[in-house]
């Protein structure tokens, strides 16, 4: 408690960026950046390094510069036009309320937990219907899936539909279970940092579905099959839902 404390202080120090209308929409675009970097290296470094391609899931995709300015002018665009005055809408219908006690560990990892299994219910269900149902797919959800060998950069390669959707589900579980303001942050950043790891391409050593036991957590192996075959693996990051609806594939 003491430490998350001194954290949670360390943070308000800077209220006043906190409170801006600017803060969630750079806050996103910065996250979402920084955990794509290192991703980024890789892919430039992958058709030279067999240290690296032997990681990545696709061996025998490439990706170029000019898809992954695509992805990202996309997303940029995505940001300035829709995220940024939806936050500002946001900001001035729910100002930040400043707290000045931090919340305890359980309460964060319980806050955390809820927060990514809601998503991944909501996410599920979601994608499902935008497969199923042909008018979906052509009409919103077909542009994230021009890419069938997924790289960092592909996470927000979506349109405005999507890209706000579940965008809306994100911002909204945190409200819906009543998270302290940091546990809200803390599930944003690790909400992104899955994302992106879904669509990285590489099998890692230390990824997140390699730690989780039991097949639990599907990873980006999981999720870039579903890019592959199009009516697989839904679920975002756990497999549960894929399994009890008998969509889960594993080839």
């Not at 305890?104 to 935008?130: K, M, N, R, T």
């Not at 998270?179 to 809200?184: A, D, I, R, S, V």
């Amino acid at each position: 408690m003491f430490q998350l404390q001194n954290i949670w202080d360390s943070i308000r120090q800077h209220e006043t960026l906190l409170r801006s209308p600017f803060f969630p929409a750079l806050f996103s675009l910065t996250v979402y950046l920084s955990f794509c970097l290192p991703f980024v290296v890789l892919d430039l470094l992958s058709s030279r390094v067999a240290l690296v391609r032997r990681y990545k899931i696709q061996q025998k995709t490439n990706v170029t510069l000019s898809m992954m300015w695509n992805c990202l002018a996309l997303s940029l665009y995505n940001h300035a036009v829709y995220i940024f005055p939806l936050s500002v809408l946001h900001w001035y219908w729910r100002p930040v309320v400043s707290v000045v006690e931090a919340p305890g560990v359980l309460e964060v990892i319980w806050g955390l937990a809820s927060c990514l299994l809601l998503f991944d219910f909501q996410y599920f269900v979601w994608h499902l219907l935008h497969h199923k149902v042909p008018w979906l797919y052509r009409t919103f959800h077909k542009v994230h899936h021009k890419h069938t060998s997924t790289f960092a950069l592909t996470t927000e390669y979506s349109g405005a539909w999507e890209t706000l959707s579940l965008g809306l589900f994100a911002a909204m579980n945190p409200m819906v279970l009543g998270c302290h303001p940091m546990t809200e942050m803390l599930f944003h950043i690790l909400n992104m940092w899955l994302s992106v790891e879904d669509h990285c391409g590489y099998n890692l050593p230390w990824a997140t579905h390699r730690l989780v036991p039991f097949g639990l957590y599907g990873g980006a192996p999981h999720h870039d099959l579903h890019h592959q075959k199009f009516k697989a693996n839904y679920a975002p990051y756990f497999t549960h839902w894929d399994k009890l609806f008998g969509t889960l594939h594993d080839e």
